[in-house]
Structures are given as C-alpha cells and as structure tokens.
C-alpha cells in the first residue's frame, strides 16, 4: 500500500509538470498577444489557429538550434549545468501547490518556499559569472543584488500572513479566507507583494538583469539554444508561481474549481499587462523603493499583526 501511495504522488507530479510547462508555453503565446494588441498590432497569428501552435513551433526552434562554444569561459561544465539547476529549481517550487489528493502535503511549504527561492540567486551568479563575459557578470550583479533586496521584503510581507494565519502550510490560506479575503485586511502589502513578485522574477518595470540598452540582455548573453530556453522556461514558470502564491494568500486560499484559476491568470495577465505599459525603473530608484518604503512598510504591518494576534489570544 505504501508503494502504490508513493506510485501515485510520482504520477501526480508528472501531470503537474506537464501542465505547468503547457501553461508555461500558452503564457508566452498569451503575452506576445497582449503586448501586440496594446502596441496596436496584431500578435503571432501564422501557427495553426490564432498562432496557438507558436509556442512549440519556439521551443522546437530554440532546442534544435546549434550550441555555442566558448574557448575562454571559466568552468564549461558549470556554464551549461546551470539552467539545468534553474529549471529544476523552478520546477521543485511547483511541489507546493496544495492540492487535496494523490500529492505531497508540505506542513513547511512557506519555508521550502524560502529556500528554492533563495537557491536561485546562485544559478543567475554563477551564470554571469562562469561564461567570462563582462556584460553577463554585471547583468548577474545587478540581478543578485536586485533579487535579495527584494526577498526580504517578500519575506517579512509573507511573515505578516503567517502571523495571521499561525502556520507555514499553504492549504490553511483557504481556512482563514472563508469569511474575507486577505487582500481586503492588508491592501497595501499585496500591492507590495506584486510589485516585490515582478521584481524577484526580473519583470519590467524591474528588468534589469536583462537590461538590453545597457546591457546587452544581461546574464544569459552567452546562452544559446536549450540553455537559453531552459531560463526562459524558469523564469515563466516563477510568474505563473506567484501569480498563484498571490491568489492562495490574497484571493481566498486554494480551491478545487475554475474560479480559482481564474483568479490566477487575471495576476498572470497583470504581470503582461505591466511590462507593455510601465518604463523601466533607475537603479538606484529600484534598491530605493525596496529598502527605504517596502522594508518599513512591511516592518510596520508585521508589527502591527503581531501586536492584533497577542491581543486577541
């Protein structure tokens, strides 16, 4: 009995992650829509029906491409390892989701959470810096310096939630949503946490590991083919995460029907929506706004809850 349990939580993550690249694929498809549409123009159009054949037609494109070789980089190994770490890690993330059934139930899904997201500023470091190119490495700079700045005041907004909720299982979100929605009790810290969320995945208006006018796109300049798409892959499938991270912790919790994923790619469709409407920011404005406004924001609400909770019990 225990080996048919263990048979049927493999199976489940297979589905799991096959659905989640067939969402990945359709959130590139969806996004080139969009941003077309909002630029006046019309999206990709040729494959199939409404181009809904581009994303595999890309993917089968970027797989088969040659890859490119480089006499001086550092570590070769560690050059073309490292997506590989990066799409694992985005994949691993995907565990959490709280389903009911025939999966894996994290009591410490918060902090498991925690840790893959913090793994990642490795993979972006090591990228920039193995393929011995000063673009990349200071593209992996920027994206490491941007990305732990943010994780704290990520941290502490989900700290808040914790607090109100007194635990790190994700399902328990549901629970304590019945009556009201979160977002209703701490509207400035979701806005805080989706605008934390575009800047932990390098999203515009906070793209600046891939600044391309400065920096010739950035970390992955140097990868081509499978690599490439392997970062493209892990950095969609982190957008699709927090779209439903913000869903579980501000919209109500996780629930077993179509409104749920609804409320999901609405907060997709919001990360798309930004990126064909808001300039990039200044640097120095990026780590401004995440330490002198999100960090005493997100401070204060945390201490504010803290002193609700000790209240009421």
Known sequence: MILKDYYNIFIGVIILIIGMMIGVAFLTLWERKILGYIQIRKGPKKGWIMGLLQPFSDAIKLFSKEQ?????????????????????LSLMIWVLMPYYFNLISFNLGVLFFFCCTSLGVYTVMVAGWSSNSNYSLLGGLR?????????VSLSLILLSCIILIMDFNLVNFMKYQSIIWFIFLMFPLSLCWLSSSLAETNRTPFDFAEGESELVSGFNIEYSSGGFALIFLAEYSSILFMSLLFSLMYLGGYSLNLFFYLK???????????????????????????????LP?????????????????
């Open 68 to 88: 490119t070789y480089f006499i001086k980089c550092k570590l070769f190994n560690l050059l073309f390892l490292v997506p590989i770490v990066s799409f694992i």
């Open 143 to 151: 994206a490491v310096a941007q990305t732990i700045s943010y994780e």
């Open 264 to 294: 999901m790619v609405f907060i997709s469709f919001m990360f798309i929506w930004v990126r064909g409407t808001l300039p990039r920011y200044r640097y120095d404005k990026l780590m401004y706004l995440s330490w002198k406004i999100y």
């Open 297 to 313: 924001i997100s401070l204060n609400y945390l201490l504010f809850f803290m002193g609700v909770k000790i209240f009421f019990i």
